[in-house]
């Protein structure tokens, strides 16, 4: 019974050394910044997505779910959509 | 040992404790240390390792037999093969409640491992939200479900009462801890959103990274289930494999809403829409896992597979109301930010029928719900518990079912946004004409019954879409690279390039493999009971059955009456099998069980169950069950597996919105 109390001891000591050893490293002193620039992250998204639904255009088009008279209006759109994002995120100070 | 895994239970809890509580404060600070949430990463991957040795030290008390304590001395038995001493682990209330705990707290060190390279904002709260789920389940089994007690008083059987014999089964060692991977898998996602409300980082980060663990869970719960299911097979012998039992379907409710989520996150993830509606699906997963293990461990339904009526109801009802306060209360405070960016322009849009999949789903789950509450619903008004049986469940989802499977060939071949009519008729056309000719053709050999020919026809059509959207992909494949489109190398190619959508014609496939076995098991099953002295024979379908003998066996925990059948073909009398099907008397547990003589085939199953034998001990009853297809029930689902986990591979790591937004990719710490 003493074994496991001693094991017990020296498992709850390892854990605890190991828990609070990221408080006395220097590298990890840095406070962190955790709110972010919201109105940024959303127009970077929204340049994702209308990238993304620029590839899918492309692959539908490719795959034959849409023909050429849809695909090159749907192109213009989102190519004129991810123009203003990019000027909105340069705006913003993002790239 | 037993004091250390008592000690180390405690220890799990003090530190989910402090975890979840550090998490949360410094989640909704603007500021903190890299160091704090360091700590709380590493108090996070400590609460798993503690719960691991709890769950190493249970274990190695039933390997030695220490019968002095409680739950080892009531589950166990010295004569148990050591195969079911370890099963035997998960085998109750408290082992299975550890099992549990340790399962969601390795899920969340993974995350907590992985949440290096996640976007700095949204990881004290995920960790806090984590660390919450395994507190509520650590704090079950340290204080209510404790497997770690010594007995109280001495007992009269001083080598262990030994394990309910129908649990003494090769599936007890695979289908408990899949189902529980699965169920543990999906808090993962409910914790992300959560986080995601909490920290007001809405962007697509967290729903990117959340689908990847929900396929885990997904496909560990697909397995987990469909392992249930055969081993009902196996072991029960009643010649089925789902009977709608309420804790068949409580583990089939999650993942009813998570398949929908599933579908649903691509639309958030691709056009800003039903964001909302995806916390609603995440929160509704994770409460459904919950309701599962409270109506397992509740004792407010009868099921062959709920563990003993116990007290704890309570703490699981609280804890669901815990899940959708919180849920609420964050929804309100983003309700701005979860607003829609887009709408569904058009009805013939990839995004339409991906919400008509969602609410088919959704309408399935509700069915079930409701089935497996009606006792209880009819028990408060009218004093009378009420069942509803396998009619009910197979009149309401049967129909919804096969609208489901159609809307699986539909979905992939439509564009995203608007599809052109024309061409979609062009695609449909011929899927459409084969699945009309199949139908006509099945109805002309004499399979007329309504839902069978239609669910035939409906697979035909799936099966050519996918088969059309393969050819689609290898043209516009080859036709980008110049690569003849059949060569293998092309098809590599184009798997590689987009691993997630031909795993997911891959598990649509297992789905439709699954649909015809299942309609053909359900709409031409044969059934007979039939009695036999030795020598005597019976016909059935395409095949013979003589009894040659009775043979007794002895085991080291039971003893077996084994009748041996001579399985013949009726065309030509060859021997194809002797089935041995026996009975089994459990000498501690003093408890009868079949055990089922099973021919598996890629045609059909012959089930042979002894049902008895009379007195002199020379005549004997059986039942016999012939199921079409059955085996293919089991590859649909390993195919379904098999795709579930091509697509939870990780992918190419992508930049997080935080880095993007700094404008380089570098590592948040």
């Given at each position: 019974?003493?074994?496991w ?17 990221p ?10 910044d ?13 340049k ?25 209006p ?22 | ?48 390792a ?65 949440s ?27 204080f ?29 060692a ?25 920290s ?10 959340t ?81 599962g ?24 009802l ?10 609420v ?26 919400l ?85 053709a099945?109805?002309?050999?004499g ?5 069978p ?19 689609r992909?290898?043209?516009?494949q ?20 987009q ?19 299942i309609t ?11 009695t ?6 019976y016909?059935v ?30 065309k ?13 008397f ?84």
């Amino acid at each position: 019974m003493n074994m496991w109390i001693v094991a017990a001891a020296v498992m709850a000591a390892i854990l605890a050394f190991l828990l609070v050893k990221p408080l006395f490293e220097p590298a990890l002193s840095v406070e962190a910044d955790l709110k972010g620039d919201a109105p940024l992250r959303n127009l970077l998204d929204e340049k994702e997505r209308t990238l993304r639904a620029l590839k899918d255009l492309e692959l539908d088009y490719a795959m034959g779910k849409i023909g050429s008279e849809e695909l090159e209006p749907a192109r213009r759109a989102l190519a004129l959509e991810a123009g203003k994002l990019l000027e909105e995120i340069k705006r913003n100070g993002g790239r | 040992m037993i004091e250390f895994g008592h000690f180390a239970l405690a220890l799990a809890w003090i530190l989910a404790f402090g975890a979840s509580i550090t998490g949360v404060v410094l989640g909704s600070r603007a500021k903190a240390q890299l160091g704090q949430i360091e700590v709380v990463r590493r108090a996070t991957m400590a609460v798993a390792a503690c719960l691991g040795c709890a769950l190493v030290a249970l274990g190695y008390s039933f390997v030695t037999n220490d019968y002095t304590v409680q739950y080892v001395w009531q589950y166990s038995n010295r004569s148990m093969p050591w195969i079911y001493k370890v099963t035997a682990i998960w085998g109750g209330m408290d082992g299975s409640m550890l099992l549990w705990c340790f399962l969601v707290a390795l899920f969340a060190s993974f995350v907590a491992r992985a949440s290096v390279s996640y976007p700095r904002p949204l990881v004290p709260a995920l960790l806090g939200f984590l660390n919450t789920s395994a507190l509520f389940f650590t704090s079950i089994t340290l204080f209510f479900t404790n497997p770690f007690r010594y007995l109280k008083t001495p007992v009269l059987m001083p080598d262990g009462n030994g394990l309910n014999p129908l649990l003494q089964n090769e599936y007890m060692a695979i289908h408990p801890p899949m189902l529980y991977l699965g169920f543990t898998g999906l808090f993962i996602p409910y914790a992300f959103c959560m986080a995601a409300l909490a920290s007001g980082h809405l962007s697509n980060d967290w729903v990117r990274l959340t689908r990847r663990w929900t396929l885990i869970g997904w496909t560990f719960l697909t397995a987990g289930i469909v392992l249930g299911g055969h081993w009902a097979y196996l072991e029960l012998g009643w010649g089925g494999f789902w009977a709608w039992d309420p804790v068949e379907n409580a583990s089939f409710l999650p993942w009813l809403t998570a398949t929908a989520f599933l579908h649903s996150v691509m639309v958030q993830e691709r056009k800003g829409m039903l964001k909302l509606w995806n916390v609603f699906l995440v929160t509704l997963t994770y409460a459904l896992t919950v309701f599962g293990t409270f109506l397992t461990r509740s004792g407010i339904v009868q099921s062959v597979h709920a563990f003993a009526s116990t007290d704890i109801g309570w703490t699981f009802l609280l804890y669901l109301g815990l899940i959708f306060v919180v849920a609420v209360a964050l929804v309100i405070r983003r309700r701005h930010e979860l607003s829609p960016q887009r709408t569904i322009e058009s009805l013939f849009s990839r995004e339409a029928i991906f919400l008509l999949n969602n609410l088919v789903l959704l309408s399935i789950c509700f069915a079930v719900l409701w089935g497996v509450m009606f006792p209880v619903f009819s028990e408060a008004l009218t004093g009378q518990k009420q069942t509803v049986g396998i009619p009910f469940f197979n009149a309401v989802n049967v129909p919804l079912f096969l609208l489901l499977v159609f809307l699986m060939g539909v979905g992939p071949v439509i564009a995203w946004k608007r599809s052109s009519l024309r061409l979609m008729v062009r695609s449909f056309a011929v899927p459409f004409l084969g699945a009309f000719v199949v139908g006509v053709a099945l109805v002309w050999a004499g399979v007329t019954e309504f839902y069978p020919v239609l669910a035939y026809s409906i697979a035909f059509f799936v099966l050519m879409t996918i088969l059309g959207e393969l050819q689609r992909g290898l043209g516009a494949q080859a036709a980008a690279t110049g690569a003849a489109t059949l060569a293998p190398s092309n098809a590599v190619a184009l798997f590689r390039r987009q691993r997630m959508r031909y795993g997911a014609h891959l598990i649509h496939f297992g789905v439709l493999v699954m649909t015809v076995a299942i309609t053909a098991s359900m709409a031409h099953k044969v059934e007979r009971e039939f009695t036999l002295s030795s020598g005597e024979k019976y016909s059935v379908g395409r095949f013979e059955l003589e009894l040659q003998e009775f043979h007794d066996e002895e085991q080291a925990n039971y003893d077996a009456v084994q009748a041996h059948v001579a399985l013949k073909s009726l065309k030509d009398g060859s021997l194809l099998e002797v089935m041995a099907p026996e009975m089994r008397f459990y000498r501690k547990n003093k408890e009868n069980t079949t055990e089922v003589a099973l021919r598996m085939g890629q045609r059909e199953d012959v089930y042979l169950v002894l049902a008895g034998i009379d007195e002199t001990g020379t005549r004997a009853s059986f039942k016999i069950f012939i199921n079409p297809l059955q085996v293919w029930l089991w590859y649909g689902a390993i195919i379904m597996v098999l795709g579930g986990f091509v697509m939870a591979l990780p992918l190419p790591r992508q930049a997080t919105a935080e880095e993007r937004s700094r404008g380089r990719a570098e590592q948040p710490a």
